[in-house]
């Protein structure tokens, strides 16, 4: 959706911590992006080489680390995995089913020098 | 481009880099880029070769720098940022292996001349063996600022008890023409406020303001989408009495605005039945965001194909949770039922504002007793 703007966000997230921590480099970026978090982690890494050009994060790695959609069945009263949020209940087929995990977008860690 | 989201993207950035840069690439490639990203609006460039260009930039950053940059919001500046100034610059240059994130630490590719370079960036300040590699842990939210802005906000409306809802939609589902009805229908009952986001112009703001009630309009340049911040800055604009209804326009985008919490109590979807029945299924992230979805220009119906039954299925499919109304704000139609909603929340957000006063009350007293009896 905006994955320039959230590659900015990340990037921004990495140099408060270069800043505070006092790296000067870092060699790899891990993110966990979850399947429904509504992120095309296509456009997202194409959006992170661009940015991270002149920063202290040139050239590192980027590790997208893909974190699998769940949902609360109303109708089953169970947790069931979810691949996108029109998808019904793999169980009843029924689609009562609330996002519950995997729509997160967060920098894990970092691998710095 | 602005950086609030990627829209803008191949329009201002690449072609628009028209700065002038001398460098011709011949250069040992040792790229100081002075910029440490603290924002400073003039930066330098020096590159090995002795060039150094600088080049103003004005910028409108969605994300914070909160203490730098006020101009987005309020002179409705808006320009690209350094990152694409700076990755324009890589354009004419490397840019190939960098863009596709290839090693090249140890290399390096220049288009213009077809040279390589091996061992000549930054990366190799570092002697084989005396690697200080380690890992931080940073477990952040990406939208984190956002929501920082967005507690922010909600705090605010709590405080005052302002009941503020995020309008979204696609362009032309009849946001504006439902909140000039909704203010004339309102009026007398409660006072309302709203937050115009386009891209451009404050035509829509003007159409508020018609009406009576104050309208800030926020122009977001290439950006899809309001943040936080902005609604914030807004807000400091808008004197906004206790008690009062928040209505914020959202940028006509059935994408973007999903994903940003602007501190308000409810996101409203509103979509008209002269568009398509399955935009819920097409824009999935847009109506499981939303708590209520509007249905509007119901007075259209007998003239489409539109199957209504059809659309509430799919929008439950995406959000079983969703509550759906049906309303033309031309003829009138089902507007008690939303005002009615407007006004329940607006109740609810003034009784919380008034437990908040009472109990501030009551603290106030028990701290004035205690003082009464050591003053003894």
Known sequence: MHEMSLAESILEIVEDTAR?????????????????????????????????????AEGARVELERVPGTGWCMQCGVSVALDALYDPCPRCGGYQVQATGGTEMRVKDLLVE | MCTVCGCGQGETRIEGHDHEHPHDHAHPHAHEHGHDHAHEHAHEHTHADGVTHSHPHPHSHGHEHAHVHEHSHTGHEHGHDHL??????????????HATGAPHDHMHYHQHTGDLHYGLGPAHAHAPGLSQERMVRIEQDILGKNNAYADGNRKHFAEHGIFAVNLVSSP????????????????????????????????????????????????????????AHMVGHALERLTLPDDSLLMIEN????????????????KVVILSVTEGEDKPLKY??????????ILNKVDLLPYLNFDVAKCVEYAHRVNPKLEVMQLSATSGAGMEEWLGWLMAGLGQAKSARQQNVDLLRKRIAELEAKLANSQG
């Open chain 2, 172 to 227: 032309g589902s009849g946001k504006t023409t439902l909140l000039v009805k909704t203010i004339e229908m309102l009026k007398g009952q409660a006072p309302v406020a709203v937050v115009e986001g386009d891209q451009q112009t404050s035509h829509d703001a003007d159409r508020i303001r018609a009406t009576g009630a104050p309208a800030i309009q926020v122009n977001t340049g290439k950006g899809c989408h309001l943040d």
């Open chain 2, 251 to 266: 940028v006509g985008n059935l994408v973007c605005p999903a994903a940003f919490d602007l501190g308000e109590a409810h």
């Open chain 1, 20 to 56: 505070k921590q006092g790296f000067a480099r870092v060699k790899e970026v891990r993110l966990e992006i979850g399947a429904l978090s509504g992120v095309e982690i296509e456009a997202l890494s194409f959006c992170m080489d661009v940015v991270l050009n002149g920063s202290v």
């Open chain 2, 84 to 97: 694409h100034d700076d990755s324009a610059a890589h354009e004419h240059g490397h840019d190939t292996l």
């Open chain 2, 284 to 293: 999935p992230d847009m109506f499981n965001a939303a708590d209520l979805m």
